[in-house]
């Protein structure tokens, strides 16, 4: 276990906030963690509060942290079934077990090489795998509770390990117990995957199809997958591939320009006020315009935080050493590496007020203040 006081936060956030914290604590498995959890939350060494990250992905440190941050090094890849089953064989399923501090897109990039299908949607997301589950991170369609089997947790309470089988964990959109009703209580030490070794691509989230297709027309196999030559053309490979590239043409590249990724979430609104964004867009921009929207169920629907920001003009905007990215306005980015918490708290808050005074809708944010 690595102690650290007075620790630089600014490698352990993606927004490259420059903040330190009172205590760092790495740990390297699941049993370092419990064996010293009794000490750490007896001890005086420990600052409180206690907070648990990932790679800081999807936090915006407001100020230095007073607190212990704990940060896991659980790395491992652990097939629990055959990776290959063998033709024949009744289930295509293949169960993998990844630590909490894996990367990732380590993962995802493991499963295409082992020609596994799943995670290849959620490709090129930053962060790491615990932190994943908690998120439920999502993109192009496809969000991780749908490949998730099991999440095992260390239980700060209790001092146990736990296990959580998927509808357990409560999922929703950006939503999990681990962010709501049991947050603080329970750490995710490694997460459970059902992979499949059979064709099961997912491509229906906006011209992904097409972008495949085209690949598909363009390289005629895919370039980085076990299939290559075995009469599959469509590999998880070519799907990853598609997917950063996409990815890479909207979303700024977190070792360039730090950000975490969607600074808000996209609303869920009743009908009646969607219908009401929808007139003054049609005032605004012509009796043909229709706002983008995707029906949520229940008599709600969901409209891209994207298009309600990008309306009020703040594409490309730049205050100061904060800004809006030119491409996805959704993402809010320190633009010169320097920006404070205070710059990118004052742009979240006049982004907020303008899609309120347009259109009446309150913007929440995705990512968590700390
Ligand atoms: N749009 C605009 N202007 C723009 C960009 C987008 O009006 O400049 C509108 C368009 O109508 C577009 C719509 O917004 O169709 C949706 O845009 P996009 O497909 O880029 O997705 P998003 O809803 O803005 C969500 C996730 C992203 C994820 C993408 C792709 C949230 C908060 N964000 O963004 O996740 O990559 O879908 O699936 O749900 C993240 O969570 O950090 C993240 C990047």
Redesign the pocket.
Known sequence: MIISYDYDLSGWNTFGMKVSCGCFVEYGSAEELAVQWNAIRSGDDFPRPFLHIGRGSNLLFTRDFPGTVFHSDIRFIRPLTDVHPAAGQDSAEVLVEVGAGVIWDDFCRWCSENALWGPENLSGIPGETGAAAVQN?????VEIKDIIRKVTCFDCVTGNSTGFRTSECRYGY?ESIFKTSAKGRYVVTSVVFALSSEDKPRLE??HVRNAVEQALSENGSAPCCGKVGSGHAMTPGLVRDVILSIRDS??PDPDVVGSA??F???PVIPRSDYERIASIARIEYGQEYEV?HFDAGSGFIKV????LI?RCGW?GYREGNAGVWE????VIVNATGEASPREILDLESKIRLSVLEKFGVELQP?VEHI
């Open positions: 991170i999502g993109a192009y369609g950006r989230y906006g909207k979303l990724g969607s808000f979430k996209n983008p891209p935080a994207a298009w990008d594409k491409r996805q306005p959704l995705e």
